[in-house]
């Protein structure tokens, strides 16, 4: 089946640093890919949508120059932390859809743990 | 606006017992209904879906139903196993808005042997 494969799984920065995360995928075309972040003990929250060649929407208070998002192909869409901060350690995941409206599937990538000291 | 929520936060069985767990979404335009199960540290793994042209699916000891009219889906564990102990996502798409995914807050499902 479709597979998301996402990079790095763990990564522990210092605090003003950079952090970039990537998600592939590995036999399909993902033309959307969804970036969430979660909490512990808490659910997934989207952080923004990108759609291949396209500039990504954020939702609602998620701050677009902190979190750069790329998605320049249709395998390949990276997250950026800049200037990362102890509040941004969290669980971020990324999740592609293939196809047309009517192509339903969502694969999720397994996750990247940030910490930041 | 998006919404989902879900029913209970925690839940706990005892080993064989059913577990239901209940979700309502906010958008009429939803049109796929999947549910996922979290173990720690990992991404989510679906276990089973539902789209809006049908009422239940059914997949061995999972089964989901959905209402549209009320905007609820509900999933069904019969014969619970303590490998079935995790947290459990309902989702709903919102098609309108470039087909996202909304969450509901999760629930943590203990089954006790």
């Known amino acids: 089946g479709a597979v998301v494969s996402q990079h790095p799984s763990r990564v522990i920065c210092k605090s003003g640093t950079s952090v970039k995360i990537e998600c592939r995928s590995l036999?399909?075309?993902?033309?959307?890919m969804f970036w969430y972040r979660q909490f512990p003990k808490q659910s997934l929250m989207l952080m923004a949508t990108?759609?291949?060649?396209?500039?990504?929407?954020?939702e609602q208070g998620v701050e677009k120059d902190k979190f750069l998002i790329n998605h320049a192909s249709l395998t390949l869409s990276t997250l950026t932390v800049t200037s990362a901060h102890p509040e941004d350690s969290s669980f971020y995941i990324c999740?592609?859809?293939?196809?047309?409206?009517?192509?339903?599937?969502?694969?999720f990538g397994s996750g990247t743990r940030l910490t930041v000291v | 606006g998006e919404n989902v929520e879900q029913h209970p936060s925690t839940l706990s069985v005892q080993e064989g017992d059913s577990a239901v767990i209940k979700c309502t979404y906010s958008d009429s335009a939803s049109n796929y209904f999947p549910w996922y199960k979290q173990e720690l540290g990992k991404g989510p793994q679906l276990i089973i879906d539902i789209r809006s042209n049908v009422g239940e699916k059914k997949d061995q000891r999972i089964a989901v139903t959905l209402n549209k009219t009320a905007k609820h889906f509900s999933l069904h564990i019969t014969e619970t196993q303590p490998e079935d102990s995790a947290v459990y996502f309902c989702?709903?798409?919102?098609?309108?808005?470039?087909?996202?995914?909304?969450f509901g807050q999760g629930t943590e499902l203990s089954v006790k042997p």
């Open positions: 036999d399909f075309q993902a033309t959307t």
């Open positions: 999740s592609a859809r293939e196809g047309q409206p009517f192509n339903y599937g969502y694969t």
């Open positions: 990108s759609n291949e060649g396209s500039k990504a929407t954020y």
């Open positions: 989702a709903a798409s919102y098609p309108n808005q470039g087909g996202k995914l909304i």
